[in-house]
């Protein structure tokens, strides 16, 4: 019997098998070429085009992000000197230039408004979008807009990169700094998908630039009136050694001056608010006192409004830590875009650090004990 | 000792292991020391096999376990004698000519077509009817639909989480107060447990190794699995199938509790459940219709 046959069908087939591969490479390249011309914060839908069609680069020479006057100034103020007028660098009022990139602040006219920017460039916004496709896409999406494969049905739902809206960046101003985002990023959220992310800085600082570039013109970080500020500042903690003490003020506040138990769950009786509160005892409070209230938020997920469950912290995770640091910071700067306010201003710091003790002393006996649970909670619905 | 400009004269057996004992004692000392260390120290030693099993079936799939090992380490041990004895009886020694052999000669096609029939048929087949039979009495053996008692649970697995949804006190999948979690499953003890498997995106693992289970999940299909928690505790779930750059990330908790303690448990996450529900939000609910 002889193999000559059989050697050239094999051979016919590895050929036929060679050529349909550098066609299709062929196709790849045309189609990603061909897309390349598009930003990637186009408004176009991700489903558009097949995944294969997607360019990784970033095609745009540089990019104006804001960096935030804050960050701007103290970068100013640490290196005296660094900042120039030439008029050969920069049109406007001046700015300077480092291993990082270009800064320039800038003169509106019109508005009678000064503005910072940080110019990034397409490298490093290409180097962010691979890092972005790689390690955040299959839930906020090949485009950022928060709707990727394995974000789909998934409540709370991944952010949209387009909303400039931010939950837990734990910042008072209106976005979080660069070093706010990296904190969030490597931290995670807890009870989420979102978990905390072990790259490198290099990484994440690539990623949070083309993150920030999502944002869609004229909002957000393209935004020449955007405030941008870092993570919240404590003040050393007033209660450092009477737990006890900051537990009790924290329940007083909780339920009286914050109107904490507006939405979330009220944990003492009835007769206990209206000794807390002062009030008659006729007083009434919400239905279902012990429960969370649902509560509308600011973010849109396909166009639906969604809602936010404000924690049963004897029940639910929060989201972005639990020591009573964490606990601070979150209070302090409240969540954006839902109904929790930014009490930094509106409650005494001692106060906040009360209430940061008593919701911790909820999560450590509650929480963390569902057995103390049933009982604490019966007791409280007289079931 | 005059002809060893020629190359050395054919060394002993037992010149040769004691030169290799004196090369390799000391490693070897080292380590027996260092494993009798970890014996004595007891805890290394309990984590040298799989934790008890915490489901009904669990024990069956470690005896076949452990059948399989002590089979193979014994039919190991015998060729490993075999072949030291073959090694000693047959060594090179003065004045033993050594020969080339096909083991092609009736005698030697015989003895190894008796040795691969005696194996297969007592060792694999051995192994074979006892898996088949575990299968068919416990792993394949779901609990009927109506069978009362039984605790159904929607897995959705998605790059890199688990979401879980049950029923709720209403009994129904897609009401307002199925409880949905994500990488948490809460699950009476004492119950048989059925699980409708998918994924939105590439395929994972659902791999429970204290139930002794684990099923794939694929998307676009409904896999089924199902056990019964023999005792309560906390137990690990893991991704069993690499499914993209946090796969070492993808895993969770399965939560066993006693029959009351459940009950309560169940009672408020679905009262929980229904305030957190927003009917309008139709794409969060994502329910399938149970499939038997």
């Known amino acids: 019997m002889s193999k000559a046959p059989l050697l050239g069908v094999g051979t016919a087939l590895l050929a036929v098998g060679l050529v349909s591969y550098a066609n299709v490479g062929q196709e790849g390249h045309e189609a990603e070429a061909g897309h390349g011309e598009h930003a990637p914060a186009s408004d176009e839908s991700p489903h558009a085009h097949a995944p294969h069609a997607i360019s990784l680069d970033v095609p745009e020479d540089t990019w104006l992000l804001a960096p935030g006057e804050e960050w701007f100034e103290q970068q100013a103020e640490l290196h005296p000197g660094r900042f120039t007028h030439d008029d050969s660098l920069f049109d406007g009022e001046g700015g300077w230039v480092d291993s990082q990139g270009v800064y320039e602040l800038r003169y509106d006219e019109d508005e009678d408004y000064y503005s910072y920017w940080q110019h990034v460039s397409a490298a490093q916004l290409t180097r962010g979008r691979r890092d972005f496709v790689q390690f955040c896409s299959s839930c906020h999406g090949f485009q950022g807009d928060g709707y990727g494969r394995s974000g789909q049905y998934l409540r709370p739902a991944p952010r949209s990169f387009k909303q400039s809206n931010f939950k837990f960046t734990k910042t008072t101003a209106d976005l979080p700094s660069d070093a706010a985002l990296m904190r969030l990023i490597q931290r995670g959220l807890q009870g989420t998908p979102m978990y905390p992310w072990d790259l490198s800085e290099e990484q994440l600082t690539d990623i949070i630039q083309y993150i920030k570039s999502l944002s869609p013109e004229e909002s957000g970080w393209r935004d020449q009136f955007a405030e941008i500020g870092g993570i919240v500042e404590s003040s050393p903690d007033p209660w450092s050694g009477r737990r006890d003490e900051a537990i009790t003020k924290g329940e007083e506040i909780y339920h009286g001056k914050a109107n904490c138990y507006l939405c979330h769950p009220g944990y003492v009786t009835v007769e206990r608010m209206r000794e807390i509160r002062g009030d008659a005892d006729n007083v009434q409070y919400r239905d279902m006192l012990s429960y969370p209230a649902l509560k509308e938020s600011d973010y849109d997920v396909l166009g639906k409004r969604q809602m936010i469950m404000p924690p049963d912290f004897t029940w639910h995770q929060v989201r972005s830590g639990t020591t009573v640091q964490d606990l601070f910071e979150t209070i302090a700067s409240g969540i954006k875009g839902t109904a929790m306010p930014q009490w930094k201003n509106a409650l005494k710091d001692e106060e906040i650090w009360a209430l940061a003790y008593y919701v911790k002393s909820l999560i450590e006996g509650y929480k963390n004990e569902p057995g103390n649970r049933a009982a604490f909670m019966a007791g409280l619905r007289g079931e | ?292």
């Open chain 2, 1 to 292: 000792m005059g002809d060893t400009t020629m190359g050395t004269d054919f060394e002993g057996w037992g010149a040769r292991a004691g030169r290799l004992a004196a090369r390799w004692g000391r490693t070897a000392w080292a380590g027996l020391l260092l494993a009798s260390a970890a014996v004595a120290q007891g805890e290394v030693a309990d984590r040298w096999g799989p934790n008890e099993p915490a489901s009904t079936f669990g024990s069956r799939f470690d005896s076949l376990f452990w059948l399989i090992t002590t089979l193979v380490s014994v039919s190991f041990l015998i060729v490993l004698v075999m072949l030291f004895l073959a090694v000693v009886r047959f060594r090179a020694r003065p004045g033993s000519k050594a020969h080339y052999d096909r083991g092609n000669s009736l005698h030697d096609k015989r003895f190894t077509a008796v040795v691969s029939v005696t194996v297969f048929v007592v060792l694999d087949a051995w192994v074979l009817v006892i898996a088949m039979r575990d299968l068919r009495e416990a792993h394949w053996k779901y609990p009927a639909a109506d069978e009362p008692g039984v605790y159904e649970v929607e897995v959705l697995a998605q790059q890199w989480a688990w979401n879980f949804r049950t029923k709720g006190v209403d009994g129904e999948f897609g009401t307002a107060d199925d409880i949905v979690t994500i990488n948490e499953l809460h699950i009476p003890e004492g119950r048989p447990i059925k699980f409708n498997l998918t994924s939105k995106d590439v395929i994972h693992s659902f791999f429970v190794p204290d139930m002794r289970v684990k099923r794939d999940l694929n998307p676009g299909a409904i896999n089924m699995l199902w056990f019964q928690a023999a005792k309560t505790g906390t137990f690990d779930l893991f991704c069993a199938e690499l499914c993209g750059y946090a796969h070492y990330m993808m895993g969770g908790e399965v939560y066993v509790l006693e029959s009351d303690r459940f009950d309560a448990w169940e009672q408020e996450a679905s009262r929980l459940a229904e305030i957190a529900y927003d009917a309008e939000d139709t794409e969060a609910h994502w329910a399938w219709d149970w499939k038997d």
